[in-house]
Nanobody, 123 residues
Framework: QVQLVESGGGLVQAGGSLRLSCAAS????????MAWFRQNPGKEREFVAA????????YYADSVKGRFTISRDNAKNTVYLQMNSLKPEDTAVYYC????????????????WGKGTLVTVSS
């Protein structure tokens, strides 16, 4: 069975760093496109970052480019999101997801989701 479990969320001050983890089971992350999304109350789910297949090619939303880094550890079957220089507007529930489709920057492209982990950035 496919399962995605996020962890690493918490409270951090502006300018600080946080590392999120997404532990996958039931499939190898090495052959799927994996992505991170985030969502604030009253807003639509927003694309954050993605990593493609085994090549390790990465994609980022303009709002996080240069601050966030997505990576993958195939041996641990885990995807990570390293978040640096955090801002209050980064506050959201962060979700890990996968897609076997050609596109991966919209929520409808994803076929499986984790339950999310909350990140709160204080000013």
């Amino acid at each position: 069975q496919v399962q995605l479990v996020e962890s690493g969320g918490g409270l951090v001050q502006a300018g600080g760093s946080l590392r999120l983890s997404c532990a996958a089971s039931g499939f190898p992350v090495s052959i799927y496109k994996m992505a991170w999304f985030r969502q604030n109350p009253g807003k639509e789910r927003e694309f954050v970052a993605a990593i493609k297949w085994s090549e390790g090619i990465t994609y980022y939303a303009d709002s996080v480019k240069g601050r966030f880094t997505i990576s993958r550890d195939n041996a641990k079957n885990t995807v990570y999101l390293q978040m640096n220089s955090l801002k209050p507007e980064d506050t959201a529930v962060y979700y890990c997801a996968r897609s076997a489709r050609s596109s991966f920057t919209a929520a409808v492209d994803m076929d499986y989701w984790g339950k999310g982990t909350l990140v709160t950035v204080s000013s």
